[in-house]
């Protein structure tokens, strides 16, 4: 919280996460379910989402080639 400012899409443009997140770690992400991650955002991928009432948790690693 607070939701539905746009703070997640604001969060992944200015902190680069794909450079501070280490090679096996993991972000996790609490939004509402109106707001959306976009996949390949940063350089992560969305491998899990638990949805909880009008809350949902995303939980993302690095892509790594």
């Known amino acids: 919280p607070p939701?539905?400012?746009?703070f997640v899409a604001?969060?992944?443009k200015k902190i680069p996460?794909?450079?501070?997140?280490?090679?096996?770690g993991i972000l996790v992400v609490e939004h509402s379910l109106k707001e959306s991650i976009p996949q390949?955002?940063?350089r992560l991928d969305?491998?899990?989402e638990k949805k909880y009432s009008r809350t949902r948790i995303?939980?993302?690693t690095r892509i790594i080639d």
């Not at 939701?3 to 746009?6: E, I, P, S, V």
């Not at 996460?17 to 096996?24: E, Y």
């Open 10 to 12: 604001m969060a992944f």
């Open 3 to 6: 939701y539905d400012r746009d």
């Open 17 to 24: 996460f794909d450079r501070i997140l280490s090679a096996r």
């Open 46 to 48: 969305i491998f899990r």
């Open 40 to 42: 390949g955002l940063n």
């Open 58 to 60: 995303s939980f993302l």
